[in-house]
Nanobody
Framework: VQLQASGGGSVETGDSLMLSCAASGRTGPWLTPYTLTWFRQPPGRERERVAHITADGTTLYSDSVKGRFTISRDNAAKMLYLKMNRLKPEDTGVYYC?????????????WGQGTLVTVSS
């Protein structure tokens, strides 16, 4: 199983980006029951959770991105997305997608390799 994150880039304050995470390695809609999460790691700081979406579509956002970012998923296509609007310099970091089968689990089963987002002022 592999998660492949993409869509990062260098943008200016106020711009938008769409991150994608493609899941592969199994046939069929195997991703459907998984909780999917976007994390980010700003330069010199700890990794932090940005947003997650559960199997039933419930979403949760960190306070720093609420109202600006939207997480979504396409189970049939085995894709996870993060639409980021009104980007700020503090959104700069490496963004990772992750998946876990059980919402209550403390660790994630699969991680993507990360995609870099740089927001300049």
């Amino acid at each position: 199983v592999q998660l492949q994150a993409s869509g990062g880039g260098s943008v200016e304050t106020g711009d938008s980006l769409m991150l994608s995470c493609a899941a592969s390695g199994r046939t069929g809609p195997w991703l459907t029951p998984y909780t999917l999460t976007w994390f980010r790691q700003p330069p010199g700081r700890e990794r932090e959770r940005v947003a997650h979406i559960t199997a039933d579509g419930t979403t949760l956002y960190s306070d720093s991105v609420k109202g600006r970012f939207t997480i979504s998923r396409d189970n049939a296509a085995k894709m996870l997305y993060l639409k980021m609007n009104r980007l700020k310099p503090e959104d700069t970091g490496v963004y990772y997608c992750a998946a876990k089968r059980f919402p209550e689990a403390l660790t994630y089963d699969y991680w993507g390799q990360g995609t870099l987002v740089t927001v300049s002022s």
